[in-house]
């Protein structure tokens, strides 16, 4: 495929990136069919060591400028059918430069029916418009001149008075769709203007939680200031409240303004006589089109722009969620905590195969705590377990608690139990990859199989998941889906890339994001793999049906083999620069094996500015790079953290007081940090740190560590409210027992669940266990 220039050229103006280096992404990206992740880490001496971001950011301007070709070669095909083309409009239809101003340019001829205004033209009543435009005459005295001459009785212009509204009606399509007008109330609206929302009067019969929306009941504030990616969330959140029918929100701007830019670009003439006639025609063609136009013009592009730094925010969370410490290949406990229904517990090997589950009763009403703790103990002594991952869901913390205070192995610190973020377990567990891997297993014992994988290796286990119910997000419903879908899966793709996989354990979903390969050649991966056994190297992988040649360019330096035949197969360095590299280890005497992590000979391979000159010095200092640290896996290893355990629930919290937390979600307003209960509390960017913080995804990320303070406490919206700033002033009074939430005692409890009987639990054949 052939790139244009103007393409080229367009895709470097928006991004701000060299035309050469602009073309040279986009030759690989469109002419050679390259993925982002292949193009950023393989082809660094082509692009100048662009990142990911730089590289998407230029493919993205390359479709945005083939959407507005798209959308201009339509017009023009469109109006030229209608026999409408003038040499003068097809020219201002090829300099247009944004989307807007080709829709500008074609509002008059899109109508599905003739407008009043085209109706008078075809009975040529356009003279008559002009005259109007242009005479000190009044009406009475341009009837008493003209008379019947402009009437056309076949197309129901019969008298005067009818041919003059007629040649109005011109006037007034004149004005709304002259595109320079449209285009200075634009920049003018943009400026200028208002978004305003206010209650509406039927919102209580509208949306049962109208009351959410209180904040925006009397909101307004600059579209400017609202364009700022700080502002995103509020415009979304007024969007939200007018989707539910709870709010009304509207662009506000100066009808006088717009009435008195049309009066001097139409008709501020000295002694007109039909000037009233004319101020009347404007308020119609501001009233009836371009406010209209604009206003839904302005909440589209800011709901555009709302969207974007909402999904930025996501994609950067998503990220940072994936690419959290690990555990890596250990067997793991997992709980999925309940009260009623007991705790399913999983183990799972070192690799994540299930090798067994059951149910355990520690909490109400059963309280069966010693014969729990026992079976925990047996499971961690028979599988040699040091390691427990608890959902952080309800009873959570309970759960926790429990076996820290209840299993001898955790309560002496040969086991670590801890909370793992559970969010998305359920849909995993109800999905169809869950239900084909675990056939005959409960949903609940699918989500504890998901807990324990995830504490193992957090990325490749939330693959499997839609990201969008990972639980990092903000208004992720509400947002463009396709955009959103489109950015996060490329999150994923870049997280899988950076980390690499093992091609003999990484499940079908996992390698679906490596690089060139997707679902359909995945699924193919893992067959082949079933039927004969692991793959020795990376070649072996071009025996899959359907994987190409192209597909292995692209792949293979992400797929890991470890202990396999060739060496360099464990590491980032790309097949196709195997030969080079062993040409270099020939030459000095040496193995590839020997050279991986030989300190002497890789001080001598970084000496020798030949073999750097060859393979040129972004590609040096990787390869470099790989020998030192061949299993390059960026993330850092899971460290234990621990909640106050002088808390279990909101009511516990005591204002003034600090607490150690993890940050679960951050927003363009703040972060929420789990604080070790159910509610999360919220950190407002004004309370981050003691000095001025802007960006609180500059400040924070997903995972991280702080000590908040207790700000305030609302217990009926449960709603948390922190700091982090030293010298913060508390709202110290604590609510009196009043404001507390109620309890649910003398309500009807649902009948506990049975408990299997032992011939049924999958560890009742563990040594010792007793019940």
Request: hydrophobic share 35%; aromatic share 8%.
């Amino acid at each position: 495929m052939s790139l244009e220039q103007n393409a080229v050229i367009f895709a470097a103006q928006e991004t701000q990136i060299n035309a050469r280096n602009v073309l040279a992404v986009l030759n690989l990206m469109v002419t050679e069919q390259c993925t982002v992740p292949f193009v950023a880490r393989y082809r660094k001496e082509v692009t100048g060591d662009m990142d990911e971001v730089q590289i998407r950011a230029i493919h993205e301007a390359y479709e945005n400028y083939l959407e507005r070709e798209k959308r201009r070669e339509y017009i023009l095909d469109q109006i030229k059918k209608m026999e409408q083309m003038t040499p003068e409009l097809e020219k201002k239809i090829m300099q247009a430069s944004t989307i807007n101003q080709l829709e500008d340019l074609y509002a008059p001829y899109k109508a599905k029916k003739k407008s009043k205004g085209m109706v008078a033209k075809e009975a040529g009543l356009d003279p008559l418009a002009e005259i109007i435009l242009s005479t000190p005459k009044t009406k009475e005295q341009l009837k008493a001149e003209f008379g019947d001459k402009f009437n056309k009785p076949e197309l129901k212009f019969t008298t005067f008075e009818e041919c003059y509204s007629g040649a109005l009606d011109i006037i007034i399509e004149m004005m709304a769709h002259d595109p320079e007008t449209k285009e200075i109330l634009r920049k003018d609206f943009w400026s200028d203007s208002l978004v305003k929302s206010t209650k509406r009067d039927k919102a209580e019969q509208e949306d049962k939680d109208w009351m959410k929306y209180k904040d925006y009941f009397e909101f307004s504030q600059k579209a400017s200031e609202l364009k700022e990616p700080k502002a995103g969330h509020r415009f979304l959140a007024m969007r939200r409240g007018m989707t539910s029918k709870t709010l009304k929100v509207e662009v506000v701007f100066p009808e006088e303004v717009a009435l008195g830019l049309l009066k001097r670009r139409f008709f501020d003439k000295a002694n007109l006589g039909c000037a009233s006639d004319l101020e009347l025609a404007a308020k119609k063609a501001y009233a009836n089109y371009i406010y209209p136009s604009l206003d839904l013009e302005i909440k589209s592009e800011l709901k555009r722009i709302s969207d974007e730094g909402a999904i930025n925010v996501f994609g950067i969370n998503l990220k940072n969620l994936l690419l959290q410490p690990y555990l890596g290949p250990k067997s793991v406990i997992g709980v999925d905590p309940g009260v009623r229904t007991g705790c399913k517990i999983v183990v799972i090997d070192n690799t994540g195969k299930l090798l067994g589950d059951c149910v355990i009763y520690p909490h109400e009403p059963k309280n069966q705590v010693k014969e729990s703790a026992s079976i925990l103990s047996a499971i961690i002594e028979q599988f040699n377990v040091h390691h427990i991952a608890i959902g952080s869901g309800t009873f959570g913390r309970e759960t926790l608690q429990f076996i820290q205070e209840n299993v001898k192995a955790v309560k002496d610190g040969k086991t670590n139990a801890t909370l793992i973020s559970e969010a998305g377990a359920s849909v995993y567990s109800a999905s169809e990859l869950a239900a084909s891997e675990f056939p005959d297993k409960d949903v609940t014992v699918r989500g504890a199989v998901s807990i324990a994988r995830r504490f193992q290796d957090p990325l490749a286990e939330l693959v499997k998941i839609d990201p969008k119910s990972i639980g990092v997000g903000q208004y992720q419903h509400d947002v463009n889906q396709a955009r959103l879908k489109k950015s996060l899966e490329g999150v994923v793709e870049s997280c899988v890339n950076f980390v690499g996989v093992d091609l003999n354990t990484a499940s079908a979903p996992l390698l679906a994001y490596v690089s060139g390969i997707g679902p359909g050649l995945a699924g193919n991966v893992v067959k082949h793999r079933e039927t004969n056994g692991g793959f020795k190297n990376r070649k072996d992988i071009l025996k899959v049906t359907r994987f190409s040649p192209k597909v292995f360019e692209q792949a293979a330096g992400f797929l890991r083999i470890y202990n396999g035949a060739e060496p360099l197969d464990a590491t980032f360095i790309h097949p196709e620069r195997y030969e080079v590299l062993g040409n270099w280890a020939k030459k000095n005497s040496i193995e590839i094996s020997d050279l991986i992590s030989n300190k002497d000979m890789i001080q001598k391979l970084e000496r020798d500015s030949g073999f750097k000159t060859e393979v040129g010095e972004f590609t040096f200092n990787d390869i470099v790079k790989a020998l030192k640290s061949p299993s390059q896996d960026p993330r850092t290893e899971f460290k234990s953290f621990e909640y106050r355990k002088d808390i279990t629930k909101i009511t516990d919290l005591k204002i003034g007081e600090w607490y150690p937390g993890q940050v679960t979600n951050i927003t363009q307003f703040g972060a929420f940090v789990d604080i070790g209960i159910k509610e999360n509390g919220l950190l407002h960017v004004s309370q981050i740190s003691d000095t001025f913080v802007e960006d609180a995804m500059v400040a924070l990320k997903v995972g991280q560590e702080v000590k908040v303070q207790v700000l305030d406490i609302d217990y009926d919206r449960k709603r948390i409210s922190l700091t982090a700033k030293q010298g913060a002033q508390v709202n110290r009074p604590a609510p009196s027992t009043g404001d507390r939430p109620r309890s649910n005692q003398g309500k009807p409890q649902a009948a506990p669940a049975p408990a299997p009987a032992l011939k049924n639990n999958a560890f009742a054949g563990l040594k010792n266990l007793k019940l």
